[in-house]
């Protein structure tokens, strides 16, 4: 089977950037080309292209765009540091995003050609992409001790290849599991409001061949509570030095139900997505969205027209409820170290 590619960049330095419309999945497998630093980052804000690892390689191939759009009248420097802003405010809290950009300009701070810039941003982002695919190959084999024979596993969101650059994190430990031979059913949660769950991870099981069904997040008491669930495994969008861990809002949801009813509960993900700068889940910035999108589903009204409504992307799950972390190292408890 051909792996999913959710982003590419296409030709030289004067190429573009290919995306798979994620908001379009599943009922249409479009891929569009994007070429400015606007479209770049409104594709970002509007989960076009989503998920904390693959954003890091997009937030890349975003900032070679707007170098190259810009360069020649402000400057190298100007233009990066101008697209470096502009990128990192699309979403907060995926670390990977703003710490590959943060890098980039960092080790990009000295050069003052355009072209040179635009050609190192463009290197530096397909490495990235090829780093975090090994790591998911990784995380894949080290999470196999989590799956059992004819076990029921839960997950949230999407943790695929449509938020990595290779098989996933919780999902690619599915993946593995599944091509090994092992034979288990996943429970997918449709992730309210934007169904990450339902739209995307539903689509790639399917397209594996994992048995799987889905459910209402209002379903997850009673399913924790009345089904025999061997372990949840859900991605991360920013890991605190002391394990507290944040991911799409839902995640805590599944932690707390997890110990209530003595479900080992793993984060999966690789080292980029750890914030060595972030002591704890109090200083992870979340990201709060429109009412908009818990008013309507898919773009149809569901509530009032003017209907207020919270609706904060991630939530912090406290580091003693999760049981482990399947990183590519191995599984590991905190605290990390460095
Ligand atoms: O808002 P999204 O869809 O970008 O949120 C994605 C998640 O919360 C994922 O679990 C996380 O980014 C890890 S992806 C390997």
């Keep these: 089977m ?12 004067d190429g573009h950037v290919r995306i798979l419309d994620q908001t ?9 080309d994007i070429s400015f630093l606007k479209s770049a980052c409104e594709a970002i804000r509007t989960l076009k292209v989503r998920g904390a690892p693959l954003l ?24 990066m540091q101008d697209s470096a802003r502009s990128i990192k405010a699309t979403r907060p809290t995926a670390v990977n995003l703003s710490a590959e950009i943060d890098s980039s300009t960092r080790t990009a701070k000295n050069v003052e050609d355009v072209s040179m810039l635009v050609a190192m941003t463009i290197a530096r982002g397909s490495a990235v992409a090829k780093s975090d695919a090994a790591a998911s190959d990784m995380i894949g084999q080290h999470g196999q001790e989590l799956i059992a024979d ?52 539903a689509w790639e099981l399917e397209r594996e061949g994992i048995p799987y069904k889905l459910c209402c997040e209002s379903a997850l008491g009673a399913i924790y509570s009345t089904m025999n669930v061997h372990a949840t495994i859900t991605g991360a969008d920013r890991i605190a030095r002391n394990g507290d861990t944040a991911n799409k809002t839902g995640t805590l949801i599944h932690a707390i139900l997890c110990e209530r009813y003595g479900v080992p509960f793993y984060i999966a993900a690789p080292f980029s997505t750890f914030d ?50 399947v990183t590519e190292k191995g599984i590991l408890q905190p605290p990390f170290g460095d």
């Design 24 to 32: 379009l999945l599943p009922g249409e497998e479009t891929y569009i």
């Design 56 to 79: 890091g390689v997009f937030g890349l191939y975003a900032l070679a765009l707007g170098v190259r759009q810009l360069g020649n009248s402000t400057g190298a420097q100007k233009a």
């Design 276 to 325: 060595t700068g972030c002591p704890n889940g109090e200083g992870v910035p979340i990201e709060h969205r429109g009412a908009h999108e818990v008013r309507r589903v898919k773009g149809i009204l569901v509530a009032p027209a003017e209907a207020n409504a919270v609706n904060p992307a991630f939530d912090v799950t406290p580091a003693e409820l999760i049981s482990g972390f």
């Design 2 to 13: 051909t792996e999913i590619r959710s982003v590419e960049w296409v030709g030289g330095e």
């Design 150 to 201: 004819g076990g029921l596993y839960l997950t949230h969101c999407n943790t695929g290849s449509l938020a990595t650059a290779g098989i996933g994190t919780a999902l690619g430990i599915f993946k593995t599991a599944h091509r090994a031979g092992k034979r288990f059913r996943v429970l997918v949660p449709e992730s309210r409001p934007l169904l990450q769950g339902s739209r995307l991870t």
